[in-house]
């Protein structure tokens, strides 16, 4: 894969940098600049360079409709504040040149052709430009135009912050540590089977929590009453199950009725009450399992965290992250957000920007916006 330093000389010359700049938004406030920061570090050596850079990137899913209240103009105004931060004593004198050196394309999305990548728009994207650079790691699963299409027509790279997600997520894939403990979440197994099966080949242990585990606990034969479950995939659940021993699930949960009442429960719930944590026992052995490791990845929440209520199994599981001896790597946007939320970030060795592209990378080992690097 080429990076930065593969360019020619930039001095003078215009770069197209496709970044991931999908942040959270709050009545047009960002909420979280994590993924803007990723990006700086690219951004600033390319300025450095002499190029000037025009930044492209998408926000939410205007489905090829403008939609003002996802305008990019807040994320230009908060990498214009990040940009002159950036910047060492010696060149503030050339922080206004940097600024002017600086154009924010807006929203691609805003545009259908961006996802259907079509010809045209890939044409339009790379007018004028003289380079690329992809640093949109959790866009770069995708075979949109400004991920695949410039490269077929200009020297291209990646930015820093790709190249370091795909040293970190193949390097898991390849040559972990082990024990190698992977721990999943989240709501849908479907979402998420090609990367169990193959996850299946690498760790030591596959910890599964969140609503994903009651497809696999369906699987085993006990009644999941009202929780999130896909019935269509308990037969695949229940192969793996057969057939791999490392698979971990829950052996309590916290459940909730109709009524808003809730208890820890066993695993065989009675219908009208729905599994909406992993309950204390669980939780526990999830993070002995965790603390045990020498490389941990984690994708999912192990319940519904943003309800005090159902918050304890994930805050558990994200404190032993963190306080493991392991080499921890987090992905995916709730993940993230519930990592930060309960004050567990600081140890841990590498947050990844993109959810489904960290899982698309560990499942198939490229990504379309890789290969065509």
């Not at 898991?172 to 992977?182: I, N, Q, S, Y």
């Not at 030591?204 to 034969?221: E, K, P, S, Y």
């Not at 695949?236 to 971990?248: H, N, T, Y």
Request: glycine share 10%.
């Amino acid at each position: 894969m080429r990076l930065l330093e593969d360019l020619p000389d930039l001095a003078g010359c215009s770069a197209l940098l496709r970044a991931d700049v999908n942040v959270p938004l709050e009545n047009s406030r960002i909420t979280d600049d994590f993924r803007i920061r990723a990006s700086m570090e690219t951004l600033v050596w390319l300025l450095r360079q002499g190029a000037k850079v025009e930044l492209c990137g998408h926000l939410g899913r205007p489905k090829g409709q403008v939609k003002p209240e996802l305008s990019l103009a807040s994320v230009e105004a908060r990498l214009r504040e990040l940009l002159e931060g950036a910047l060492g004593a010696g060149e503030l004198a050339a922080a206004q040149d940097f600024q002017q050196n600086l154009t924010v394309r807006e929203n691609l999305r805003f545009d259908p052709r961006e996802t259907a990548n079509d010809p045209t728009f890939v044409q339009e994207l790379i007018a004028d430009h003289d380079c690329y650079v992809n640093d949109a790691f959790g866009a770069s699963h995708r075979a949109h135009a400004s991920i695949v299409g410039p490269p077929e027509f200009l020297p291209s790279a990646a930015g820093r912050l790709l190249a370091k997600e795909v040293e970190v997520l193949k390097g898991l894939r390849e040559h972990p540590k082990r024990p190698f403990v992977a721990v999943l979440g989240g709501a849908k197994i479907s979402d998420k089977l090609g990367v169990v099966t193959a996850l299946l080949d690498v760790v030591d242990q596959l910890v599964i929590g969140g609503a994903m585990a009651f497809t696999f606990l369906a699987a085993q034969g006990y009644s999941v009453g009202s929780s999130l479950f896909e019935p269509d995939f308990v037969a695949e659940c229940r192969k793996l199950l057969e057939a791999e021993a490392q698979i971990l699930l829950p052996t309590d949960l916290v459940a909730e009725n109709a009524s808003g009442q809730t208890k820890q429960a066993g695993l065989d719930l009675s219908e009208g009450w729905a599994g909406k944590d992993i309950g204390p026992g669980t939780a526990a052995e999830f993070a002995d399992t965790v603390l045990a490791a020498r490389s941990v990845f984690w994708n999912g929440p192990m319940g519904v965290f943003e309800d005090e209520r159902f918050a304890a199994g994930t805050a558990t599981l994200a404190e032993a992250v963190n306080d493991t001896s392991a080499y921890t790597v987090i992905g995916g946007g709730d993940t993230v957000a519930a990592a930060g939320a309960f004050g567990f970030m600081d140890d841990i060795d590498h947050i990844s920007t993109g959810g489904g592209a960290s899982l698309e990378l560990l499942e198939r080992g490229s990504l379309p916006g890789l290969e065509v690097l």
